[in-house]
Nanobody, 113 residues
């Protein structure tokens, strides 16, 4: 059983930055495609960053240039660096091992002045 535990969420002002972390309980990240998703109230969960084992990344236009996904295999941790945050980035953020049933519990990000 793989456990994913997110951390790093919080309240930040517009234009600010946060770095989310997702720690995996076992060494799976180097062989997994990992994704960060978010879900705002009343909206569907959406993919905001994806990283393949070949280091290929993908971002939707809404976050491209502001969000960066990265991985530290030695720490079994995947990160989401979020810069220039906007109120519309407010959501619960989840990490997910793509094509699996493994999800983290989520961490709340609130962007507000």
């Amino acid at each position: 059983q793989v456990q994913l535990v997110e951390s790093g969420g919080g309240l930040v002002q517009p234009g600010g930055s946060l770095r989310l972390s997702c720690a995996a309980s076992v060494s799976i990240l180097s062989i997994s495609t990992m994704g960060w998703y978010r879900q705002a109230p009343g909206k569907e969960r959406e993919l905001v960053a994806r990283l393949t084992p070949q280091d290929n990344t993908w971002y939707p236009d809404s976050v491209k240039g502001r969000f960066t996904i990265s991985i530290d295999n030695a720490k079994n941790t995947v990160y989401l660096q979020m810069n220039s945050l906007k109120p519309e980035d407010t959501a619960v953020y989840y990490c997910h091992k793509i094509r699996s049933t493994y999800w983290g519990q989520g961490t709340q990000v609130t962007v507000s002045s």
